[in-house]
C-alpha cells in the first residue's frame, strides 16, 4: 500500500480516505519501512577476482648448516628460527 501511496501522486489524506486508513497509520508504515530500507541499503563498489593458486607444502623444512640439522615446521617462529640460525653460524 505504500508503494501504491508513493506511485499515486495523491495527497495522503485523499489516498487514505480511498481505502479507509487512517493517515497516522501511513505515515507510520511509511516511517517503519523507510528505515527497513535504510537498513538494507549496500553500497556496491567493483572487484577483482585474482585465479586462485595451488600452493603446495610439505609441512617442514629443512636448514643444514655444517654438521647441524633444523627441522622447521610450517608456523614456527620465524624471529626465533632466525636468532638461531644466525646463532649456529657464529659457531659452527
Not at 11 to 39: I, M, N, Q, S, Y
Not at 68 to 89: F, N, Q
Amino acid at each position: 500500500m505504500v508503494a501504491e501511496f508513493d506511485a499515486s501522486g495523491l495527497p495522503a489524506e485523499d489516498f487514505c480516505a480511498r481505502r479507509r486508513v487512517k493517515p497516522g497509520t501511513l505515515r507510520w508504515w511509511r516511517w517503519r519501512l523507510g528505515e527497513t530500507r535504510a537498513e538494507r541499503a549496500v553500497e556496491l563498489v567493483p572487484v577483482e577476482v585474482a585465479p586462485v593458486r595451488a600452493v603446495r607444502t610439505a609441512g617442514e623444512l629443512q636448514v643444514v648448516i655444517g654438521d647441524v640439522a633444523l627441522h622447521i615446521r610450517i608456523g614456527d617462529d620465524v624471529t626465533y628460527i632466525g636468532a638461531l640460525i644466525a646463532e649456529i653460524r657464529t659457531t659452527c
